[in-house]
């Protein structure tokens, strides 16, 4: 193989006049680009955008995966991947038949197809109301879920009287007096010169990232002490509800330091209780007390006779080393337990010190909160936003309260301006698939479906309250449409038998996306696209606020992706024919007009195009570095010919086959001809 990158370049240039110029330049300002790249270019009223995307292979060292990448440029500027399909997208419609039949099972998709007819300024309109009128009803919600949950005694009466206010006073007065007390306890925890001292040393902090336990199981307590530091009961109090944390409230912070000051405490009786195992005479069960029985045993060995052994002498010796060994790493080890600044006794007593109040302080502390929280009928959390809401009784000025009513107006006047927006789109899109209905009906009686009638199905189905008619990602509008195709039962043939008003004897039928063939999905989009310009690209793809700019907007180009693929004989003349017509009829407006590029593989629609353009890829022993090469030619006259004779009948293609060719480009001709008099 090559060593050569992997390359493909794409640079189609585009011819832009009103109304995409002025539509492309808004489009790029909004995606941050230079209108005056589109602007400098404007020659006769027409202007240059030239679109180039070049997908190169980065160079990997000792890897097997292929990294591609692409360099992106709108007029030799360099842009974003999704900055060039932003402004493509409403440009060139690609139609890919098989993706746009899949795409009809989504409501979505189908709907999108409609809305592409629908005026743009209608859909603004809509969309906007419905953002306007969600905001407006989560703000009203909001207000009304801070009003529920506010904090309040069980025994209060929204009733004020002069007693009620009496008392409330007394309550809010209560409260005041033991957050002074709070406030005070914080303040002469945190001022303690061990304490300061401990929160600015890393040193002492115990937690050394996993190497040993942390003293609190989860934090050290110096972390412990950050939390208690930065925590507050006024914090507490003008904390959003909704974001309120029980974990980092102020009462868990007191609760977590009175347990880090328990086990403190716990640890420091502990470790003194180690030493004493480890070096106390009097304790039985110490390491020092059986060291000196085990001397003592050695010494009762060594006073016996041992006539004349040397042996039982020098092990007797050499167990009395041993021992005096042991006796010395033990008073070592107690040494540093106990005495030793860095050691465990003194680290655990220089961290109690920073703290000089006692378990039973902190305590009582909790005790006085939690009686206070019984008193009121709250939970112990929310004794801050009780005293809040106490104060805001009193004042009289609660801000929840006062904001509701204007809430509440603000939404009624945006349900209205939504309301009447969806309807305007109901009436347009209701027109539009009467009109659609009856056109593409007329159209595929010309390929190959005289017995079959298309319906657009429009039903309201939701409210403007509903949550499917006014959240986020829910269809623009109160709406669902479906695409029914029903066919007629036939007398002879070529005429449909009247309908005898029972419609479910006289057609078979359903939706298009159930019961609809390949070939019937194929030729209706043709058929809708041929309306709509557009529709069908635009509902394979993800519907973004500004190409609904384009909604009345042809394309420039749309490219059909074998569009022709499950029609033949009659029907696919009909359909080619179809294809050449939407190059000629003028956009909604009558200002542009499409270019249609066609994929395809059947001699009919290959003929009726204005340029023929042959693809084929070449065999692999005609590349020299083993890259695939593809070689796209132009074919003209007798070349022409050849080709269509080829495809409708490949190498059987002979005299008969070229005259056939002859006579598809004739009657493309004639019917060009009759286009053009049109």
Not at 30 to 48: R, W
Not at 534 to 561: E, H, N, W
């Amino acid at each position: 193989m090559s060593s050569l990158p992997y390359r493909l370049s794409f640079y189609p240039v585009l011819k832009l006049g009103e109304p995409h110029l002025s539509a492309t330049m808004n489009l790029m300002q909004n995606n941050g680009l230079d209108p005056t790249l589109v602007s400098d270019t404007i020659k006769n009223g027409e202007a240059t955008l030239q679109l180039t995307r070049m997908i190169i292979e980065n160079e990997t060292k000792g890897k097997v995966k292929r990294q591609l990448k692409s360099i992106c440029k709108v007029n030799g500027k360099l842009v974003t991947l999704k900055t060039l399909k932003v402004v493509v997208t409403p440009l060139i419609a690609i139609v890919d038949a098989s993706a746009a039949g899949a795409a009809l099972k989504d409501p979505k998709a189908r709907m999108q197809i409609i809305d592409s007819g629908v005026k743009a300024c209608t859909l603004s309109r809509a969309q906007e109301a419905k953002k306007e009128y969600r905001k407006c009803r989560q703000h009203r919600e909001k207000i009304e879920k801070e009003l529920a949950n506010r904090v309040l005694p069980s025994s209060f009466s929204s009733e004020l009287d002069d007693s009620n206010t009496e008392m409330i006073q007394h309550w809010e007065d209560e409260i005041d007096e033991f957050e002074a007390r709070m406030n005070s306890f914080q303040d002469s925890i945190l001022s303690s010169g061990g304490t300061a001292s401990l929160l600015k040393d890393d040193e002492m902090d115990l937690d050394d990232g996993g190497e040993n336990e942390s003293m609190t199981g989860n934090d050290s307590f110096k972390d412990i002490l950050n939390r208690f530091a930065s925590s507050s009961w006024t914090s507490d109090a003008t904390k959003d509800y909704e974001v309120i944390s029980i974990n980092d409230s102020y009462y868990s912070c007191l609760l977590d330091l009175r347990d880090g000051v328990k086990r403190l405490d716990d640890q420091m009786i502990a470790a003194h209780a180690s030493c004493d195992v480890l070096s106390s005479l009097s304790t039985a069960e110490s390491v020092a007390y059986a060291l000196e029985r085990s001397r003592n045993y050695l010494y009762d060995v060594a006073n016996q006779d041992f006539n004349g052994d040397d042996t039982i002498a020098k092990a007797t010796e050499r167990s009395h080393e041993l021992v005096n060994q042991l006796e010395d790493a033990l008073n070592a080890c107690n040494k540093f337990m106990a005495d030793d600044p860095n050691g465990l006794v003194l680290t655990l007593e220089t961290i109690r010190k920073s703290i000089f109040l006692s378990v039973e302080d902190i305590d009582l502390i909790i005790a006085d909160w939690g009686a206070l929280c019984r008193k009121h009928g709250i939970n112990t959390f929310s004794l801050p936003s009780l005293q809040r809401s106490l104060q805001q009784e009193l004042d009289g000025n609660i801000e929840a309260k006062l904001e509701l009513p204007k809430a509440r107006k603000a939404e009624d006047e945006a349900l209205h301006e939504f309301i009447e927006a969806c309807e305007t789109v109901s009436e347009e899109r209701t027109v539009l698939a009467s009109k659609l209905s009856t056109s593409v009906t007329e159209r595929i009686k010309s390929l190959g479906m005289e017995g079959s009638t298309f319906l657009v199905d429009l039903q309201t189905l939701h409210k403007c309250t509903d949550p499917a008619g006014f959240s986020e990602n829910a269809i623009l509008g109160l709406d669902a449409v479906s695409f029914l195709i029903l066919h007629r039962q036939v007398a002879d043939g070529n005429r449909a038998l009247p309908l005898s008003g029972n419609t479910k004897n006289d057609e078979r039928g359903g939706k298009l996306d159930v019961v609809g063939s390949s070939g019937e999905k194929a030729r209706i989009l043709l058929a809708i696209e041929t309306d709509l310009p557009g529709s069908i690209g635009a509902c394979c793809s993800k519907p973004t606020t500004d190409v609904l700019s384009y909604s009345q907007v042809a394309p420039v180009a749309v490219v059909y992706d074998e569009i022709d693929a499950h029609v033949g004989g009659r029907a696919a003349v009909a359909l080619a024919k179809m294809l050449s017509d939407q190059t000629r009829e003028s956009s909604n407006d009558g200002s542009s007009r499409t270019q249609i590029i066609s994929i395809t593989h059947n001699p009919a629609v290959a003929a009726v195009a204005d340029h023929h353009l042959v693809i084929q890829k070449l065999p692999m022993g005609n590349s020299l570095d083993g890259r695939v090469e593809v070689l796209a030619k132009s074919v003209v006259g007798e070349g022409r010919r050849e080709e269509l004779a080829r495809m409708a009948a490949g190498d059987l293609a002979g005299d008969e086959g070229l005259r056939f060719a002859e006579a598809l480009l004739r009657e493309a001709s004639l019917h060009r001809t009759a286009r053009t008099k049109k």
